[in-house]
T-cell receptor, first 113, second 116 residues
Framework: DQQVKQNSPSLSVQEGRISILNCDYT??????FLWYKKYPAEGPTFLIS?????DKNEDGRFTVFLNKSAKHLSLHIVPSQPGDSAVYFC????????????FGKGTKLSVKP | EAGVAQSPRYKIIEKRQSVAFWCNPI?????LYWYQQILGQGPKLLIQ????????DSQLPKDRFSAERLKGVDSTLKIQPAKLEDSAVYLC??????????????FGPGTRLTVL
């Protein structure tokens, strides 16, 4: 049973436009959420995180929004660049930031010039 | 700062054979993780070490998988005997083991295992 769900396997966006990647979770004990970015033949790299006490966290072009009542979070990339093309994984932790990461299946983002 | 190192990068074996993967974490990182990533899935935690002790191995198939972290630094993950469904990328990650951003996990490039 998937506790972290990324229902869109892929997303294609034009360069300069906004990319919105979505993630849903089922476990109400999750209280820390992360986004990882993965290029082919490389390991995932940390992108941005958010604690459940917040509803928004921003880092440059990347913003993560958390809607706890809907058990939904989203990653916004503005403006999108061709170098953002990668697989994006949503991950969640129960027990603050020290628990084990539970990953979604990932969404492959393609940013076209 | 050097990242997490893993070897080999690729391995092809036949079912019922044995295989071992090696991981060298970032210097000073107390916590080490092994993940299995099957094609089309997200990484799944197999085992977590804190220094040289096991913190969580609840999802490790212990009948065929084993892992050790001698001296609290390098780690090896072994599969014996391998099955077709073990074909996956095996990722090693490490973290300082603290709270907040100190527990950020840094991943190695992974070992792609193909079992024929």
């Amino acid at each position: 049973d998937q506790q972290v769900k990324q229902n869109s396997p892929s997303l294609s966006v034009q360069e300069g436009r906004i990319s919105i990647l979505n993630c849903d979770y089922t476990n109400s004990m999750f209280d820390y959420f992360l986004w990882y970015k993965k290029y082919p033949a490389e390991g995932p790299t940390f992108l941005i995180s958010i604690s459940s006490i917040k509803d928004k966290n921003e880092d440059g072009r990347f913003t993560v929004f958390l809607n706890k009542s809907a058990k939904h979070l989203s990653l916004h990339i503005v403006p999108s660049q061709p170098g953002d093309s990668a697989v994006y994984f949503c991950a969640a932790i129960a027990g603050g930031s020290q628990g084990n990461l539970i990953f979604g299946k990932g969404t492959k983002l393609s940013v076209k010039p | 700062e050097a990242g997490v190192a893993q070897s080999p990068r690729y391995k092809i074996i036949e079912k019922r054979q044995s295989v071992a993967f090696w991981c060298n974490p970032i210097s000073g990182h107390a916590t080490l993780y092994w993940y299995q990533q099957i094609l089309g899935q997200g990484p799944k935690l197999l085992i977590q070490f804190q220094n040289n002790g096991v913190v969580d191995d609840s999802q490790l198939p212990k009948d065929r998988f084993s892992a050790e972290r001698l001296k609290g630094v390098d780690s090896t993950l072994k599969i014996q005997p391998a099955k077709l469904e073990d074909s996956a990328v095996y990722l090693c990650a490490s973290s300082l083991g603290g709270t907040g951003r100190q527990n950020e996990q840094f991943f190695g490039p992974g070992t792609r295992l193909t079992v024929l």
